[in-house]
């Protein structure tokens, strides 16, 4: 797939307050947070959208999950956070680079809007 706005940020040809990378990821702050943490989980791999993910992506997906759930513990908001994922533009997608939004330190709502 083409290189995504995402790519820019794991290249470091657009700067981005990153904190947390292994070989196979990255996580930095949302450029337009919604709560007080707001943070993305990106694989390094292109993948577009997670229906585009394949079966032997199971493994990159778990590491994904446990690297979210570290970085909301490093955050001090490991009680307590949100993943959420976008899955199409009908959804609010904006960037087709497979990510991981944390979200922490407010009230959310229940059925999410
Ligand atoms: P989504 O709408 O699920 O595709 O989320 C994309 C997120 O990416 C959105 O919350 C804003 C964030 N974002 C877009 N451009 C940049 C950027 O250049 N830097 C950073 N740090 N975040 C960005």
């Known amino acids: ?19 947390y990378e292994d070989e196979q990821c990255l996580a930095f702050r949302d450029i337009n947070p919604k709560a007080p943490m707001h943070i993305l989980v990106i694989p390094k791999k292109c993948i577009a959208k997670l229906t585009e993910a394949k079966q032997n992506d199971e493994p990159l997906l778990g590491h994904l999950m446990t690297v979210a ?45």
Not at 1 to 19: C, G, S
């Open 1 to 19: 797939m083409t290189d995504t706005l995402f790519t820019k940020i794991i290249d470091r040809e657009i700067p981005a307050d990153i904190v």
């Open 69 to 113: 759930s570290v970085v909301a513990s490093k955050e001090g908001y490991g009680d307590a956070f949100r993943l959420v994922v976008n899955n199409g533009a009908a959804v609010g997608q904006s960037v087709f680079h497979l990510h991981l939004h944390i979200l922490g330190g407010r009230d959310f709502m229940w059925p999410p809007g």
